[in-house]
């Protein structure tokens, strides 16, 4: 049974870091990807970053790029999502997703078959 746990989310000050961490146990997705998105209230689930283990590769989205940074090892599949210089527009839910997206599905939801169960960010003064 494949699970995403996903770990970090916390309430942190306006121009904070944060380090979201998560970890698959029963597949470790080297052949596919591994993603962050997030959902912000009353707002659809938008994709942040993917690792494609299976090139090497690593994409952020526009958004967020300056800013948060994505990482992981293939071996424990495990990924990462360093954040800084967080404001009020970054908090949401924060989901891991795995699966083995084709590259045009890589930023979309229905790239991937497995999700973690959310880790909430609130930046707040």
């Known amino acids: 049974q494949v699970q995403l746990v996903e770990s970090g989310g916390g309430i942190v000050l306006p121009g904070s870091s944060l380090r979201l961490s998560c970890v698959a146990s029963?597949?470790?997705?080297?052949?596919?990807?591994m993603a962050w998105f997030r959902q912000a209230p009353g707002k659809e689930r938008e994709w942040i970053a993917t690792?494609?283990?299976?090139?090497?590769?690593?994409y952020l989205a526009d958004s967020v790029k300056g800013r948060f940074s994505v990482s992981g090892d293939k071996r424990m599949g495990a990924i990462y999502l360093q954040m800084n210089s967080l404001d009020a527009d970054d908090t949401a839910v924060y989901y891991c997703?795995?699966?083995?997206?084709?590259?045009?599905?890589?930023?979309?939801?229905?790239?991937?078959?497995?999700w973690g169960q959310g880790t909430q960010v609130t930046v707040s003064s």
């Open positions: 997703a795995a699966g083995r997206p084709i590259l045009s599905s890589i930023a979309t939801v229905r790239g991937y078959g497995y």
């Open positions: 029963g597949d470790n997705f080297g052949g596919g990807a």
């Open positions: 690792i494609r283990w299976s090139v090497g590769r690593t």
